[in-house]
Structures are given as structure tokens and as C-alpha cells.
């Protein structure tokens, strides 16, 4: 594998947004497929496949009007939403699996896709695949309430601010970064060598640009939910301005320079484009139907269900590894939260599972994890109609490696100004950081080893020893939301 940065991202479709003749890529596609073909013959069928999905909501969601309370502490959520707490004859039951927290809970309404993940997909006990991560978010070492109103413990830079918690979730590094990077890149420097072929970067993303899959020698590779992003020639018409523009365009990566910079970068823009034309013609190799599975005709569910291709294609791809990067925005409910969060509500929970149907339905199940992010939590007290940027939220981890049907990390008191309110209307301290939670996937990921969890993950060693992982024994890992046996030591 190339070490080069340079070199390692020429595969990464950065500067896949022009077009070149069908003719002048064609060679080079055609020694594409041959490798890709020689690289996937030579994996033999029992290695391992993995796909770690992100699925980011962005504005930061009101995740406590996502899993609530529904025994004697109701009260106290009641007390503290006031106007907008959901009615607890409208949640939706939880019936935890044997051996959680033996408490009640429910879901918003809107949420029936994640009752059937989270109770036994289409009732099957036995196919509990979602499980929820309670009051985590970002910190730079454990710290209490006392650390936190005397200031003698670190503190995320720029709390409650989305710009930087998006960044934060997304690098794992909350006292901020020179240069960013984020944890699923990090991870893809450390695992490509090993893991996957020289053809395609591990980090997909249906979201655009994002820190979270940039690594020192990794970028992603976008795209849409039609495919790579490509540009078609038009027609037959030399005098059309997309085909004028391609035809220059062409001419200039084309050209020979004796300048290095000049030279590296019209061929580091020339193997681009030729890598996003390959990927869309795998991608276009796939008929619509390759599942029966139906999606939301969102455009949400479009993504997931483009994404489920990808990951269908990944061994014809040469990936025994991939990162795949999804967002659904709007979550940042100042003005008003019951009536918008359950209209978004009713288009995330579908697709979810939908999506969740299909990777069983391709015998997928055990070998993709996908999690939820967000900026932040929200306020517990209302606002009038809206909620405000707070802390510590809760979000979901499902797939078949998932001990599901659990509530994981430790669901705080919702009182307001109560243990874990830090003030200002209700601001949750985090009691579960975010690098605990990120460990245990990337264990099951494949990382392996003190020093590369200490490049991936700076901070874990505060939080947690990895020496101490059996995967045998989930009271070993950092919270214990995986299946025994799931992954390597």
C-alpha cells in the first residue's frame, strides 16, 4: 500500500467533477476491474467483513423525548418538560431483555421502527438488534459535578456550541485539534494496510466532506445516493458548453508539466475522476432490486438504501473494511420541538428500519454496526415552544453484533437543578464519554493494540484500558453493548 498521502489520495474521488470521454478512461477502468477481481479472488471466503455506518444528527437532538422514563420517574420527567412532555399513555414500551437495569421505558410515538429493533424484529426476541447508549457525550477526562463547578477538571472547548460539538463527536478530541482529523480515519490509517486492497478508500460518505472519516493519510470517498460523483457527457453535441468545458477540462489533466506540483496534481486529478467513473460502474452493476426490502421514497430512505449497495458491494470492491458516513440535519428545535421532532421522527424511524431489514435480508446482520451522533443534548425545561443546546444525550447502536434490547451507560435523573443538571435549564453532565462508547465499536472493528488506540483515540486511556478486553466477557469492555464473542482479542 502506498504511504504517500499524496499517493494514498489519489484514490479518494476529491476531484471526481468533471468529465472525461468514455474512450480515453476506458483502459484504465478495465485494469481497475482486473485488479479488483484478482484482489477480491485472493481474499479467501472466511476473512472477515466489517462495516462501521454514522449515522449524524445534525442540530443536536431532543434525545430526551426519544427514550423516556415510564415507571415512578415519569414524574420527574413530567415536571421538567412541562408543555413538552410526550403522554405516557402514547409511549411506546420497551421490554428490555433479561438482565438490563429493570426499569421501564418508552419511545416517542413516532418511533414504532425502533420498538420492533429494539424488542425483536418482527416479534423474535432472538433478533434483538438495538440497544441505547444513556447520557453520553463529549469530555476530556471523567469529571463530576464538583469538577465541573469548581473548574478543576478539563473541559470540552466551546460546550454547547454546534459547530465545535459536531467537530468533537466526530475527532473524539473535545480540547480541540491543529489539524483535524477524525476517529474513523484515524482508524482507516491504522487498518487499511491490513485489511483492505489498494483501490478504494474505507471512508464512504453519503453526507459530503467530514472531518470524522479524514485520517493523516485518509480521506473519504463521496458520494450520492446515485453513485460517484460523475459527470455525464452530453450527447453528441461538440458544441455544448458541459461537453466544451469537459473536452478543456480534459485537455489541461491530460497534458504533460514540467512543474512537479503541476504534474502530481493533473495526475492525482486525472486517477480520481477515472476512480469515481470505476465505482459507478460497480455501483451501476447492481440492479435496483438487489433487495425486496422496501424504503421510505425520502430522501433519507435513498440514502440508506444506496448505502446498503455499497455495503453489498464491498467485497467487489475489494473492502473487508468500510466506514460509511450518513446525516439527517434539523434537529436543532429552538422554536418548536413536539410537532417538528415527530414529523422528522416519522422519516428517520422507517428508513432505519428498513435499512436494518435489508442488511438481514442479504445475511448482512452480523457483519455491519451502525450508531447514532449528535452535536449535543438538549435543556430539559422548555423554552416556551423549543428546547436549547445542553450536554449529555442519548443515542442508539443496532446491528446484529448488538446485545440488544438494553439501555446501556446510566440514565440520569431528568429533575431539574437535580444530580446531574449542571444548570441553565437543564444541562445533563455527561456520565458516559464519548471515547468509551467509540471503543468498543472499533474493537469489534479490528483495531487492536495500546499505541494504536492511543493514535485513534487520545484520550481513552482515562476512561478505559484496552488490556483489559476479552471478548468473551462483555463486563469487560467499556459498556458492554456487544455481544460475547463478536470480535478477535
Known amino acids: 500500500m502506498p504511504s504517500s498521502p499524496l499517493t494514498r489520495r489519489r484514490f479518494l474521488g476529491e476531484a471526481g467533477c468533471a468529465a472525461l470521454s468514455s474512450t480515453s478512461i476506458l483502459s484504465t477502468l478495465l485494469n481497475l476491474q482486473l485488479a479488483n477481481k484478482a484482489a477480491a479472488q485472493e481474499l479467501p471466503a472466511s476473512e472477515d467483513r466489517k462495516t462501521l455506518v454514522c449515522l449524524f444528527l445534525h442540530g443536536g437532538i431532543d ?16 415536571s421538567s418538560r412541562t408543555n ?39 416479534g423474535d426476541e432472538a433478533k434483538r438488534r438495538l440497544s441505547f447508549i444513556s447520557n453520553i457525550g463529549t469530555l476530556v477526562q471523567p469529571t463530576s459535578m464538583a469538577d465541573y463547578h469548581n473548574g478543576t477538571a478539563p473541559l470540552p472547548r466551546a460546550l454547547f456550541s454546534h459547530i465545535d460539538q459536531i467537530e468533537q463527536w466526530q475527532t473524539s478530541v473535545p480540547q480541540g485539534m491543529t489539524e483535524l482529523t477524525g476517529w474513523a480515519g484515524r482508524a482507516a490509517d491504522v487498518l487499511h494496510d491490513t485489511y483492505n486492497e489498494d483501490l478504494l ?42 461537453q466544451v468545458k469537459n473536452e478543456a477540462f480534459k485537455s489541461l489533466i491530460n497534458r504533460h508539466y514540467h512543474n512537479l506540483m503541476e ?30 426490502t422496501t424504503f421510505p421514497s425520502t430522501s433519507f430512505g435513498s440514502q440508506l438504501r444506496s448505502a446498503l449497495k455499497m455495503i453489498h458491494l464491498r467485497e467487489s470492491l475489494g473492502l473487508r473494511r468500510q466506514t460509511i458516513f450518513l446525516s439527517y440535519g434539523g ?129 481513552l486511556s482515562s476512561f478505559y484500558d484496552v488490556a483489559q478486553a476479552n471478548p468473551l466477557d462483555p463486563t469487560t469492555l467499556p459498556l458492554g453493548f456487544l455481544k460475547p464473542g463478536t470480535f478477535e482479542s
Do not use: C
Open 331 to 459: 434537529w436543532d428545535h429552538h422554536s418548536e420541538l413536539l410537532n417538528t421532532q415527530a414529523g422528522m421522527l416519522e422519516q428517520l424511524a422507517p428508513a432505519i428500519l428498513a435499512f436494518q431489514n435489508g442488511i438481514e435480508e442479504l445475511g448482512l446482520e452480523d457483519s455491519v454496526l451502525t450508531f447514532s451522533a449528535s452535536d449535543f443534548g438538549r435543556t430539559l425545561r422548555s423554552n416556551g415552544n423549543g428546547t436549547d443546546h445542553a450536554w449529555g444525550g442519548n443515542q442508539m447502536v443496532f446491528g446484529g453484533p448488538v446485545d440488544g434490547g438494553r439501555i446501556h451507560g446510566t440514565y440520569p435523573s431528568l429533575a431539574l437543578d437535580g444530580a446531574d443538571d449542571v444548570g441553565y435549564g437543564g444541562r445533563l453532565l455527561p456520565t458516559t464519554s464519548v471515547d468509551e462508547f467509540f471503543a468498543e465499536l472499533l474493537l469489534w472493528f479490528g483495531v487492536k493494540g495500546r499505541s494504536n488506540f492511543e493514535h485513534v483515540l487520545p484520550n
Open 263 to 292: 504534474e502530481a496534481y493533473a495526475s492525482l486529478t486525472k486517477n480520481s475522476i477515472e476512480q469515481q467513473a470505476f465505482v459507478q460502474q460497480v455501483f451501476d452493476s447492481v440492479s435496483d432490486d438487489f433487495v425486496s
Open 201 to 242: 478508500s474505507m471512508s464512504l460518505s453519503f453526507a459530503g466532506n467530514n472531518p470524522f472519516q479524514v485520517g493523516d493519510s485518509t480521506q473519504q470517498f463521496v458520494m450520492t445516493a446515485n453513485g460517484a460523483l460523475t459527470f455525464s457527457e452530453r450527447g453528441g453535441d461538440a458544441n455544448h458548453v458541459t
Open 84 to 122: 413538552l412532555a410526550i403522554a405516557q399513555g402514547d409511549l411506546l414500551s420497551l421490554q428490555q431483555a433479561t438482565g438490563g437495569d429493570g426499569k421501564l421505558y418508552g419511545l416517542h410515538p413516532a418511533t414504532a421502527g425502533y420498538q420492533d429493533l429494539f424488542n425483536g424484529l418482527g
Open 63 to 78: 434525545s430526551f423525548n426519544l427514550l423516556i422514563p415510564r415507571d415512578d420517574r415519569y414524574q420527574e420527567y413530567l
